[in-house]
């Protein structure tokens, strides 16, 4: 590409190290499909690109260890859509990958270019704050972890420092009786950039019509930036699961997004849609953990 020096590592450590010395002015760059586009329009500036699109064999891939989940910062949406590693609990993300782009996209695009991406319509980052997801961020000095919701500050503001590349992403096992779901809605049936998408893990008590604990994500809460809808979560837990509590949960869900109207919808359809779309998923959990 003119205009910028593009170093491309031999393998992680050799690109941790490149890091550790021009981090201060250097992008990571994955497979480009953010990235790339956004530096064309100048939207975003780089003086240095650090290409890790050939670190596949240190960064992608998919395994279950010590009952966690750990998928590689390179692993692709279709690497997620076909693993045969997340059962049926973690349907949401099977869901959110079927709805991803097209499948050029899907087959090139990342886990951890989407999550540090960080815009407000990004499919990944929900799902994974739905599920709890930590990060683990790797350079020369050694590791760190957190959650996804301490990670993603702002729109397009993630808290990595300048000598780390996002390496990991954990996923706790979900507990018995749990169940999740996704839904997205854009103004096409492909290439579809989200007016609402909604992310979901329910888990009940034993008699699968109580609410132990409601996960629920949304793209935009309170602002621009991916965010857990924390006020519906308190309001369902330990709520029989109902007509009524779901119309009262929608209800409250709609006082806390505070969605803006911009050039693509208005903020009283958004939220309509999002209420829309907290039934539908309650409705599906309830009825994919009664299927388990
Ligand atoms: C036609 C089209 C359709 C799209 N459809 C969708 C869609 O349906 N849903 C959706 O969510 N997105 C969509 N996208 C956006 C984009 O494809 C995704 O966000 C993708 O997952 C980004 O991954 P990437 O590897 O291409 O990231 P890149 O473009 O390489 O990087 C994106 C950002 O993350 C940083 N970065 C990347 N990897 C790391 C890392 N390991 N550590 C630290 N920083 C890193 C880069 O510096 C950059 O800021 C679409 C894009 C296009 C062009």
Redesign the pocket.
């Known amino acids: 590409m003119p205009g910028y020096d593009i170093y491309v590592p031999t393998d992680l450590h050799d690109a941790l190290s490149y890091l550790g010395d021009y981090g201060e002015t250097t ?11 956004r530096l064309r329009r100048r939207q ?1 500036s780089a003086v240095n690109l650090l290409d ?2 050939g670190l596949d064999k240190e ?1 992608r891939y998919l395994r279950k260890e010590d009952g966690s989940y750990h998928i590689g ?2 692993t692709t ?1 279709t690497d997620l859509l076909e693993s045969p590693l997340l059962g049926m609990e973690f349907e949401l993300i099977r869901e959110a990958a079927r ?4 499948p050029q ?1 899907r087959n ?10 960080a ?1 407000s ?4 980052i929900p799902v994974f704050l739905a599920l709890d997801a930590r990060v683990k961020l790797s350079s020369v000095k050694g590791e760190r972890n957190l959650p996804l919701k301490d990670f993603i500050m702002g729109k397009r503001t993630v808290f ?1 420092k300048s000598g ?4 990991e992403i954990e996923l706790g096992s979900l507990p018995p009786d749990s169940a999740s779901a996704y839904e997205k809605m854009g103004r096409r049936n492909i ?4 007016l609402v998408n909604e992310a979901m893990v329910l888990t009940t008590e034993g008699d699968r019509e109580t609410v132990r604990e409601a996960h629920v994500a949304l793209n935009r809460l309170a602002g621009r930036v991916p965010q857990r809808a924390k006020a519906t979560e308190e309001f369902l837990s330990g709520k029989k699961l109902n007509a009524e509590t779901v119309a009262s949960a929608q209800e409250i869900l709609s006082s806390e997004l505070m969605l803006k109207t911009d050039f693509r919808a208005s903020g009283e359809y958004r939220t309509e849609i999002a209420k829309v779309y907290l039934k539908r998923l309650l409705e599906l959990c309830a009825f994919r953990i009664k299927g388990t």
């Open positions: 992008s990571v760059i994955a497979r480009g499909t953010d990235l790339l586009p975003a890790i699109s960064l910062a390179l949406v709805k991803f782009g097209d996209i090139v695009a990342t886990v951890g270019g989407n999550i540090c991406s815009s319509s990004e499919d990944l990595r780390e590349v996002l390496s290439l579809i950039i989200a």
